[in-house]
């Protein structure tokens, strides 16, 4: 079962363009991660936030949890090839278990 | 730092044959280990959670009798997919925590 709903499922833009990312739920989490995996490889971890409303920038990637920490969006300014890979929210509802998200696959066309 | 390996990375087998999965925690004891699935292009669904000389917890719709989880010391866990057929093949991957989150490499497996 997955409780986080990811939005769009694909997503194809053009170098330079601007982003965003939704990762939606009905349930409260007490964290939420997101996270970047290439094809073949395992999800690496780009940021974990667990206040609601708390904002994080990584560069030119800004994370947002919601207020009622259900949701999460994930900001991307000025994409590049680089940026491409499969994007992967994951929340935590009690302890160390982990929910992913049904994932986000970004193209960015140079 | 910390490193979860897998092994074998990729495995092609035919259909019926067991397939055993091994997940290892190289510098650190792992007392739990999460077992993933994920298919191509889609994100990675909890199996199975299991912790160091208990039994495993599996989620809802995953077979216990299919997926044997074995987790027998701190710094090995396996996960057996019996007699496995071609709905099987996926990217299985693990992930422990030592204070923070170690997924492992992931294993591609392939039942003709």
């Known amino acids: 079962t997955q409780l986080l709903e990811q939005s769009p499922q694909f997503l194809s833009i053009q170098e330079g363009e601007n982003l965003t990312v939704y990762c939606n739920s009905s349930?409260?989490?007490?964290?939420l991660q997101w996270y970047r995996q290439e094809p073949g490889e395992g999800p690496v971890l780009l940021v974990t936030v667990v206040t609601g409303g708390e904002v994080k920038k990584l560069k030119r990637l800004t994370f947002q949890f919601g207020d009622a920490r259900k949701d999460s969006s994930l900001h991307i300014t000025a994409a590049q090839p680089g940026d491409t890979g499969l994007y992967l929210c994951?929340?935590?509802?009690?302890?160390?278990?982990?929910?992913f998200g049904t994932g986000t696959s970004l193209t960015v066309i140079p | 730092g910390a490193v979860v390996s897998q092994h074998p990375s990729w495995v092609i087998c035919k259909s019926g044959t067991s397939v055993k999965i091994e997940c290892r925690s190289l510098d650190f004891q792992a007392t739990t280990m999460f077992w993933y699935r994920q298919f191509p292009k889609q994100s990675l669904m909890l199996m199975a959670t299991?912790?160091?000389?208990?039994?495993?917890?599996?989620e809802q719709g995953v077979e216990k009798d299919k997926f044997l989880i074995n987790h027998a010391s701190l710094t090995l866990s396996t996960l057996t997919v019996t007699s496995a057929h071609p709905e099987d093949s996926s990217f299985y991957i693990c992930r422990t925590l030592c204070n923070e989150q170690f997924f492992g490499p992931g294993t591609r497996l392939t039942v003709l």
């Open positions: 349930s409260v989490f007490s964290s």
């Open positions: 299991s912790n160091e000389g208990s039994k495993a917890t599996y």
């Open positions: 994951a929340g935590a509802l009690t302890g160390n278990q982990f929910y």
